[in-house]
Every structure is written in structure tokens, then in C-alpha cells.
């Protein structure tokens, strides 16, 4: 039995390739399924199943494309309609790959159709759970992602009749392996373990401490912040079904002229720039806005920016194909190309370009002292109430898009967020505001906290 998790930081996703005695499976397999098909040819394998655990909302899988090109069987848990072919699996339906065997457990409460896989070893003893969104490390999947086809209530109750019957009754030793990662918007506050087992759990997680029915239902529906909007356009792409990824990265991969590139501006194209915060800050386009690929580029993307918007990309040289094929992850395919010979081919062109101010957090702590700024914090709510510079704004990089007018543009701002990747996002859009009196703080709060700048810590705000 060879069991390899594959995840991926960007979308803070794990996809699952399974196999036994040269027959494979394959749970949750991104857009992209290089990894999968050549992982199985060095092993000399054949992928037998896709198993899915739901309609996912973050992320375009690629289970079509990969059934396709290897023969495999797409398998889905109860009720699962789609768009083409799939096998509906019974609850505790068993399927056989080598000598092992996955059995479906329907586990309704993110989804309706959730279903998580229970992997037996060759001597039928429960080895380890693929839960996808029902289970996370230290949380559960969010019951409020099918935008008003059932209450948060109403799937709440399912996900604790699910967890109770299904999923605590398991030994405390079978591993868990769940589809996503800390920083996923899938879950409220998902921990940093890629894996865990039923027993510690059981302990740890406050999902399955003992409570009623009403208890954890009110407390797994509060909190929620808004999820990103393309959410529910990739959870009807995946339900619908998509046009290969081969195709659209070959409509997409257009190497620009400047004039080209400028004729796309003119059209209100947005210019996407995936450099390193440090290269951006140096010398960008007017208007760019940056999400470095270095970060969980995918995530922002999709939180910030219309799935349907038509866009341009700056890319680091040889960086252009990466860039698109985590666009296509996530279903942004809008993609005109991009200017061929990035940055350098504008900036020999002598047109003009903008830049952003960054200090480090020592010369931060040098510069309040001697000048009044406005402070802004962009992280999110816990990490603000857990502890923030005193006197800060509170602006979330997730709803500056919506709020950025509450500030003035004459007013000296300093931004700072967790480590300086979203501190850049922040100030590419300001600037595309109007803003030009910004400063980025580079390490963040990471490095803020470390200094003698007067702090508010641990204090709810």
C-alpha cells in the first residue's frame, strides 16, 4: 500500500494518490493533473478511480480531465448530480484498488452529497479517512457555502449527526487526512498540520468535543465571514463540468506586444502583476495590481478579483505558464495573455511606471516617533483582535476593495499585515485608488511585535 499526499500551499489544498498492487486512486486532484498521471507512471500503475468528497467551492478540480486520460471512473457520494458521467456511491459502498479497499461513508453537512472515504489495509484493519471538507485538523468544513440552497442551520444539523455516527465511532488510530490546510476559507480557523489522527481529534479539535445538536449548530454557524465569490462559480463549474484545461491554456498562454497590452488597458483589462513584493514595489504598470505568486496566490485571486474579469499579466520571466495554470485552479479563465518580455520590455519602452515606499519594522519604530501616520492593519479579525499596533485601523484585505473610501487620500497611511505578502496586495490597491501617500511595512506584524512600537495584545477589540 503507498499512500502520497500532494499539497498545494497556493490553495492550502491536498489532493491523495492511493495505490495497491498496480492499481491507483486518485482523491480530489487539482485542474492541473501532471503530478497525478506521471506519479502513477513512475509507479507503474493505472488509475482506477477519482474519488471526489463533494462539489468543491474553492478550486476547479480535475476530475473530468483526469478520468478522461486515464480510464478512471469518476466517483461521487450519494446524490451527486452532475453534468457527465459519474458512479453515485452507496453509503458504505466498498471499492476494491490491489489489495486494499475504500468505503464510502456519506458525511452530509458541508455539502448534501459530502462523502468521506475509509481506507482499509490489506489485512482489513481501518487505516486512515479521507474526510475532505467534513473534517479538518482543528475544524470542521463551513455549513453556509450553497448559497441559499439549504440554511447554515439546516446542514450544521447534518454535519453533527455526520461527525457523531460516522466519524467518532472510528478508532482513535486511523489517520485523517483532510482536503485543506491552514489559510483555506473553506473552514474558520483550520490548523497547521497537514494530517492528524481520530484520536487526537476527538481531544483537540472543539468540533467533536460533547455537546447537543443545538449547541454546536450555533456554534459552527457563527463567525462566518464572508466566503469569496467565486466560491459559487467553481462549485457549478464542477458540477456542470468545464472545458479541458489543455484547451484553455493554450487560448491563454499569448505573448503580448506593448501595443497589444496597451489595447487592453484602453478595453479596462486588469493588469495582474504576480511578481515578489519586493520586485513589484520597484517599478509597476499603473493601476497593477499585485498578488505575488510566491504567497497563497490563488486564494487572493479569487477573493479579490471577479471570477469573469478579462486580464493581463507581469509576470517574472518564465513565470508566465505558472501564473495562468493557477488562474485556471480556480476557474479564471478570462485570460488575454501576457507582455511578452514582462516589466523590462515597458520599462526599455520608457513609459512610465509607479513604485511604493517600504521600511523595515526597526525604521517603522524610528519613523512614528518622529511623524503622525495612520496605521492600517490588513489581516483578519482574529489575528487584529489577538493582538495589533496601538491605534491601527482595522481594514481587512479581503473587504478593502469595498471600504477603501472610508479613507482620505491626503492622509499618510502605513500598512502592515502577518508577514508583508498581503501588506503589498493592500498597497497595489490603494494606489489604483488614488492612494499614493503609502507605506508598506515589510515582515509584518512578525516583525512589529519584536519591537518597542506600543502594542495592544490579546486585548478584544
Not at 424 to 447: C, D, E, P, R
Request: hydrophobic share 35%; proline share 3%.
Amino acid at each position: 500500500m503507498y499512500i502520497q499526499q500532494l499539497y498545494t500551499n497556493c490553495l492550502a489544498e491536498s489532493a491523495y494518490y492511493i495505490e495497491s498492487d498496480g492499481e491507483a486512486a486518485v482523491i480530489d486532484p487539482l485542474r492541473d493533473i501532471d503530478a497525478y498521471l506521471a506519479l502513477a507512471e513512475k509507479r507503474g500503475a493505472k488509475i482506477k478511480f477519482v474519488f471526489e468528497t463533494h462539489f468543491h467551492a474553492d478550486f476547479v478540480s480535475g476530475h473530468i480531465d483526469l478520468a478522461q486520460q486515464s480510464g478512471a471512473s469518476i466517483i461521487f457520494g450519494p446524490g451527486a448530480k452532475t453534468g457527465y458521467p459519474i458512479y453515485n456511491a452507496k453509503d458504505e459502498e466498498v471499492f476494491q484498488i490491489g489489495k486494499i479497499k475504500i468505503k464510502a461513508l456519506h458525511t452530509p453537512g458541508h455539502t448534501p452529497e459530502s462523502t468521506s472515504y475509509l481506507l482499509f489495509d490489506a489485512e482489513e484493519k481501518p487505516h486512515a479517512i479521507f474526510t475532505g471538507d467534513t473534517l479538518f485538523v482543528g475544524d470542521v468544513g463551513r455549513p453556509d457555502l450553497l448559497d441559499g440552497m439549504m440554511t447554515k442551520e439546516s446542514l450544521a444539523g447534518m454535519l453533527y449527526d455526520s461527525l457523531q455516527n460516522k466519524i467518532k465511532t472510528l478508532p482513535d488510530e486511523v489517520i485523517v487526512y483532510p482536503a485543506h490546510g491552514a489559510g483555506s476559507a473553506c473552514g474558520k480557523n483550520i490548523g497547521k498540520d497537514a494530517w492528524s489522527t481520530i484520536g487526537e481529534q476527538k481531544k483537540n479539535n472543539y468540533a467533536l468535543q460533547n455537546r447537543s445538536k443545538e449547541e454546536f449548530i450555533s456554534l459552527i454557524t457563527q463567525g462566518l465571514t464572508a466566503p469569496p465569490a467565486y466560491f459559487f462559480e467553481d462549485a457549478r463549474i464542477n458540477k456542470e463540468g468545464y472545458t479541458s484545461r489543455e484547451l484553455v491554456m493554450q487560448n491563454s498562454m499569448n505573448a503580448l506586444s506593448i501595443i497589444d497590452f496597451e489595447g487592453y488597458i484602453q478595453k479596462h483589462a486588469l493588469i495582474l502583476d504576480t511578481r515578489q513584493a519586493d520586485e513589484f514595489e520597484n517599478g509597476f504598470i499603473k493601476n497593477s495590481l499585485n498578488i505575488g505568486l510566491e504567497g497563497t496566490f490563488a486564494i487572493w485571486l479569487g477573493t479579490l478579483v471577479n471570477i469573469n474579469t478579462p486580464i493581463i499579466l507581469i509576470t517574472e520571466e518564465g513565470k508566465e505558464k505558472e501564473s495562468i495554470s493557477r488562474m485556471l485552479r480556480i476557474g479564471f479563465e478570462n485570460i488575454k495573455g501576457y507582455l511578452e518580455g514582462g516589466i523590462q520590455t515597458w520599462l526599455a519602452s520608457e513609459r512610465k511606471i509607479e513604485k511604493i515606499n517600504s521600511i523595515d519594522a526597526d525604521a517603522f519604530e524610528e519613523e512614528i516617533k518622529n511623524k503622525k501616520y495612520t496605521l492600517l492593519d490588513v489581516r483578519n479579525k482574529t489575528e487584529y483582535e489577538n493582538g495589533h499596533v496601538k491605534g491601527a485601523l482595522h481594514f481587512p484585505l479581503s473587504s478593502l476593495q469595498t471600504n477603501y473610501s472610508a479613507l482620505q487620500t491626503d492622509t499618510e497611511y502605513m500598512i502592515y499585515c502577518g508577514g508583508g505578502y498581503r501588506s503589498m496586495i493592500a498597497s497595489s490597491i490603494l494606489k489604483s485608488k488614488g492612494y499614493h501617500q503609502i507605506t508598506n511595512i515589510y515582515g509584518g506584524w512578525a516583525k512589529i511585535k519584536n519591537t518597542g512600537v506600543e502594542k495592544v495584545v490579546f486585548e478584544i477589540v
